[in-house]
T-cell receptor
Framework: NAGVTQTPKFRVLKTGQSMTLLCAQD?????MYWYRQDPGMGLRLIHY???????AKGEVPDGYNVSRLKKQNFLLGLESAAPSQTSVYFC????????????FGPGTRLTVT | EDQVTQSPEALRLQEGESSSLNCSYT??????LFWYRQDPGKGPEFLFT???AGEEKEKERLKATLTKKESFLHITAPKPEDSATYLC??????????????FGTGTRLTIIP
């Protein structure tokens, strides 16, 4: 099992550009999450999904969109990148069967100039 | 609103010097408290889940305990490979789902050989 994988690992964008981050999990988990991690701020939830075709807003959703067309994939989109979105992005997944403990991907480091 | 506060922010110990990390929390109804380890440049790695006051869990040199207001991560005779950031997160009981976690900002632990 690969667990949770994220693509790409690094990306540099210019202000106003768009991009999509891909998260994939092979554990058949029903829940998936996108977080951002900034120094001194901890992990903050952007959006999450409780199942295929369903998404919900987290703590810091503005400027991001998500989609979950397949159970194993969760996409995070930035339509018009801003320097404030410079961060490390983590995807995670969980299942009720294992007490909702979340399993994280390796992260994507995004820099917006 | 759920809150998690971890202390200290950073801790430097000599190899073999035991200590404890603190996680204090405010949550409407605690369903679970989670501990994670995060190495630099990597995603958080799950360590423990605690569900009720008085519960304890151990893994190698780590022991996690839980009271009604806080959790402690005790590290006994640490080794340099225990150096990492340790994250605490809480999960609250909700009417519509229990899948979200609220994270603290972490304690950065450094073990000096």
């Amino acid at each position: 099992n690969a667990g949770v994988t994220q693509t790409p690992k690094f990306r540099v964008l210019k202000t106003g550009q768009s991009m999509t981050l891909l998260c994939a999990q092979d554990m058949n988990h029903e829940y998936m999450y996108w977080y951002r991690q900034d120094p001194g701020m901890g992990l903050r939830l952007i959006h999450y999904s409780v199942g295929e075709g369903t998404t919900a807003k987290g703590e810091v959703p503005d400027g991001y969109n998500v989609s979950r067309l397949k159970k194993q994939n969760f996409l995070l989109g930035l339509e018009s990148a801003a320097p404030s979105q410079t961060s490390v992005y983590f995807c995670a997944s969980s299942t009720r069967d294992r007490g909702y403990e979340q399993y994280f991907g390796p992260g994507t480091r995004l820099t917006v100039t | 609103e759920d809150q998690v506060t971890q202390s200290p922010e950073a801790l430097r110990l000599q190899e073999g010097e035991s200590s404890s990390l603190n996680c204090s929390y405010t949550v409407s109804g605690l369903r679970g408290l989670f501990w994670y380890r995060q190495d630099p440049g990597k995603g958080p790695e799950f360590l423990f889940t605690l569900y009720s006051a008085g519960e304890e869990k151990e893994k190698e040199r780590l022991k996690a305990t839980l009271t009604k207001k806080e959790s402690f991560l005790h590290i006994t005779a640490p080794k340099p490979e225990d150096s990492a950031t340790y994250l605490c997160a809480v999960q609250a009981w909700t009417n519509f789902g229990n899948e979200k976690l609220t994270f603290g900002t972490g304690t950065r632990l450094t073990i000096i050989p």
